[in-house]
């Protein structure tokens, strides 16, 4: 099992940038390609950008495409989510998590399922 854990989060005017992190620990975060996910109020866990075991090969959802950048650094075992010109819309709980190979899938690699993630707002 692995366990996660998100920072960075705050409030932050329309435009601005904010950098999120994720450290992990416990069994070996290579084995695991790593995402970011979002909650806003009243909806769904959405994804948000996932990156590949060696970092070589990422993703991200369009709303973000351009303005997020998701890397990862494996001697330390962390994943860090560069929120760059910042949109009210963005405003949710950020958390991070393993994501299925290849997909927009999160996989459960810890219990609970999902962390206490860190709050973003953005203010207009």
């Known amino acids: 099992q692995v366990q996660l854990v998100e920072s960075g989060g705050g409030l932050v005017q329309a435009g601005h940038s904010l950098s999120l992190l994720c450290e992990a620990s416990?069994?070996?975060?290579?084995?695991?390609?790593m995402g970011w996910f979002r909650r806003a109020p009243g909806k769904e866990h959405e994804f948000v950008a996932s990156i590949s075991w060696s970092g070589g090969s990422t993703r991200y959802v369009d709303s973000v495409n351009g303005r997020f950048t998701i890397s990862r650094a494996n001697a330390i075992e962390t994943v860090t989510l560069q929120m760059n010109r910042v949109k009210p819309e963005d405003t949710a709980v950020y958390y991070c998590?393993?994501?299925?190979?290849?997909?927009?899938?999160?996989?459960?690699?810890?219990?609970?399922?999902w962390g206490q993630g860190t709050q973003v707002t953005v203010s207009s």
């Open positions: 998590n393993a994501v299925v190979p290849g997909t927009e899938q999160f996989m459960c690699v810890m219990d609970p399922c």
């Open positions: 416990g069994r070996s975060f290579r084995d695991y390609y």
